[in-house]
């Protein structure tokens, strides 16, 4: 059924057939149906002697080989995720304040410091990730209430930590009342 599926489909085709007579397409089609591949477990008994001179050597070609194209350039660096894990770990060391510290202000700051330098990165490469921008917008605003916390509880500490991480941060001060907001704005009333 097979070979009379191929045999029509090959007919059918003119340019097949401009090539090809039919007799020759038919006895192609029959040597194609007599060599059958089996997976038996005795294929090294059908191997003859002659065949495996142990002279040939296997080679291992590379795309660029096969296809005479030049090879791309060998990146070595690490991948993004294990720098920003590396740098993170390294960051969390140098700000606890004892070998089980994870929730004082200046580790969590430092450690939200480190995601938004590499959510910022990966926002500057994908600038359509709507998502990681919400999340980073989020993360920026959870730092800026622990900067806030930090500043109320010790003036110190809040300012050494925004100055070794390079924050932009403004202390947080008393409310404005509305005529000390709009005194530096002219009156447009006449």
Do not use: W
């Not at 085709?13 to 997976?39: D, G, H, N, P, W």
């Not at 200046?106 to 959510?119: D, N, P, W």
């Not at 110190?156 to 704005?185: C, N, Q, T, W």
């Amino acid at each position: 059924m097979k070979l009379i599926t191929l045999l029509s489909v090959m007919v059918c085709s003119e340019a097949f057939l401009s090539s090809i007579s039919k007799s020759q397409l038919s006895s192609r089609a029959a040597a194609r149906s007599m060599l059958t591949v089996t997976m038996s477990p005795d294929t090294g008994a059908n191997l003859n002697s002659s065949d495996d001179d142990g002279d040939d050597v296997d080679f291992l070609l590379s795309d660029s080989e096969l296809t005479g194209e030049p090879a791309a350039a060998f990146d070595d660096t690490p991948p993004a995720p294990f720098l920003h894990a590396k740098a993170l770990s390294e960051i969390q060391a140098k700000y606890k304040r004892s070998e089980s510290d994870t929730g004082s202000p200046e580790f969590q700051v430092a450690s939200m410091t480190e995601r938004i330098l590499y959510l910022t990165k990966h926002l500057q490469a994908n600038p359509k990730d709507f998502s990681t921008r919400r999340g980073l917008v989020a993360l920026v605003n959870k730092r800026r209430r622990l900067l806030n916390y930090l500043f109320s509880e010790d003036v110190d500490r809040y300012s050494s930590l925004v100055s070794s991480l390079g924050i932009r941060h403004k202390a947080p001060g008393r409310v404005m009342s509305r005529e000390e907001k709009y005194a530096k704005f002219k009156s447009k009333k006449k």
